[in-house]
T-cell receptor, first 110, second 112 residues
Framework: GQNIDQPTEMTATEGAIVQINCTYQ??????LFWYQQHAGEAPTFLSY????GLEEKGRFSSFLSRSKGYSYLLLKELQMKDSASYLC???????????FGPGTRLSVLP | EAGVAQSPRYKIIEKRQSVAFWCNPI?????LYWYQQILGQGPKLLIQ????????DSQLPKDRFSAERLKGVDSTLKIQPAKLEDSAVYLC??????????FGPGTRLTVT
C-alpha cells in the first residue's frame, strides 16, 4: 500500500522559519515532490528530491532521506502570502504516478 | 506558454444526474492525469493517460466514472450517475519532461 503522512495544520509568524515534515511508505520510489496550494486554487510545483540531501531554491528548501522515508520542506523569511496548504507527493515506479499526502495547512500570522 | 485549461469551473447537479468535465493539456505534453480532491485532502489519482492510451485507472470507480483522451490531446471525464460523495474538485494535470506536473484550475463539483 501507499501511505504518506503530514501534520494537518501549522501556524507560524511572519519573518520566521517553519519546517513541514513528511513521512512516506510506498511501493517503490522515484522522487519526492512538494507542491503549494492556495485555497481554491490548483497545486503549483515547489521542489523535487530524488537523491538524499538538501535542495535549496530561494526561500524554500527541501530535504530527503530515502532510508528513513522522510522529507521536510523548510520555508524561511515567512510572508503572509505563504499561507497555503503544502502537499508532499511521492512518484512511484508503476506508471510513474504521483501519490499525494493529505497536505499541511500553514497559517502565517502577522 | 498556455497552461492547462479546464471547463466548467463550477458545476452543481443533483444525485443520479450525469456530468462531464473537459481538459486541454499543455501543448506537446504526452502524459495527462485526472485527480479527485475532496475538501481538506490531497489529490487522489483517478486515471493517467500516455498519449491516448490508459496507463493506470486502478482507482477509477468504473461503474460510474469514465474517461477518454481521443487523439492524445484533450480529455473528458464523465460521471454517470453522480453520488453525493462525488462532491469534490476534479483536477487535470499534464506532464512533459522530465517530471513536473502542471495543474489546471480544476472543476468544483457539488452534488445535491
Amino acid at each position: 500500500g501507499q501511505n504518506i503522512d503530514q501534520p494537518t495544520e501549522m501556524t507560524a509568524t511572519e519573518g520566521a522559519i517553519v519546517q513541514i515534515n513528511c513521512t512516506y511508505q510506498t511501493s517503490g520510489f522515484n522522487g519526492l515532490f512538494w507542491y503549494q496550494q492556495h485555497a481554491g486554487e490548483a497545486p503549483t510545483f515547489l521542489s523535487y528530491n530524488v537523491l538524499d540531501g538538501l535542495e535549496e531554491k530561494g526561500r524554500f528548501s527541501s530535504f530527503l532521506s530515502r532510508s528513513k522515508g522522510y522529507s521536510y520542506l523548510l520555508l524561511k523569511e515567512l510572508q503572509m502570502k505563504d499561507s497555503a496548504s503544502y502537499l508532499c507527493a511521492v512518484r512511484v515506479p508503476y506508471g510513474q504516478n504521483f501519490v499525494f499526502g493529505p497536505g499541511t495547512r500553514l497559517s502565517v500570522l502577522p | 506558454e498556455a497552461g492547462v485549461a479546464q471547463s466548467p469551473r463550477y458545476k452543481i447537479i443533483e444525485k443520479r444526474q450525469s456530468v462531464a468535465f473537459w481538459c486541454n493539456p499543455i501543448s506537446g505534453h504526452a502524459t495527462l492525469y485526472w485527480y479527485q480532491q475532496i475538501l481538506g485532502q490531497g489529490p487522489k489519482l483517478l486515471i493517467q493517460f500516455q498519449n491516448n492510451g490508459v496507463v493506470d485507472d486502478s482507482q477509477l470507480p468504473k461503474d460510474r466514472f469514465s474517461a477518454e483522451r481521443l487523439k492524445g490531446v484533450d480529455s473528458t471525464l464523465k460521471i454517470q450517475p453522480a453520488k453525493l460523495e462525488d462532491s469534490a474538485v476534479y483536477l487535470c494535470a499534464s506532464m512533459g519532461q522530465p517530471y513536473e506536473q502542471y495543474f489546471g484550475p480544476g472543476t468544483r463539483l457539488t452534488v445535491t
